[in-house]
């Protein structure tokens, strides 16, 4: 199990992603849109997942690191966030941090991130995550 502290030394390490970053649509019929990368450490060498998701109505983008989302952004219009530990309750673009208690369900308001366009949003939470592209990013067309 991911500790809180693991959680933010690796959040606050140097890390890249190597490979192209493209979007692509499991269903033909829904616009909903998937990303998936590797994210590699330079500090330490964790290897590390980048998840994205596009929905009609909902989105998000999580750092993974062994499986455990340790930091996520969320816009999820018809489903309000409530932090269990200060009761905020989040109608509005949150992000999602790892707790030893409460794992990824404690969330604050960003002040680093562009909301409106998911392209901008992504590329904002990967400089917040300390993440480097130096693949290519293919943008989604909206």
Not at 79 to 87: C, E, R
């Amino acid at each position: 199990m991911v500790t809180a502290i693991e959680a933010d030394r690796i959040i606050a390490e140097s890390k890249v992603i190597y490979e192209e970053m493209s979007w692509r649509s499991p269903s033909r019929r829904r616009r909903t849109f998937k990303l998936t990368v590797r994210v590699e450490s330079l500090d330490s060498g964790e290897s590390l997942k980048l998840d994205g998701y596009i929905g009609k109505k909902n989105r998000s983008f999580a750092l993974l690191y062994d499986n455990t989302p340790i930091r996520k952004f969320t816009v999820h219009n018809d489903q309000p966030h409530t932090d269990p530990v200060t009761g905020n309750i989040f109608t509005q673009p949150h992000k999602h941090f790892w707790d030893d208690t409460w794992k990824d369900q404690r969330a604050y308001i960003p002040n680093d991130i562009r909301v409106g366009d998911p392209n901008d949003e992504l590329l904002d939470f990967l400089v917040e995550c300390n993440i480097e592209l130096i693949g290519t990013y293919t943008e989604l067309a909206l």
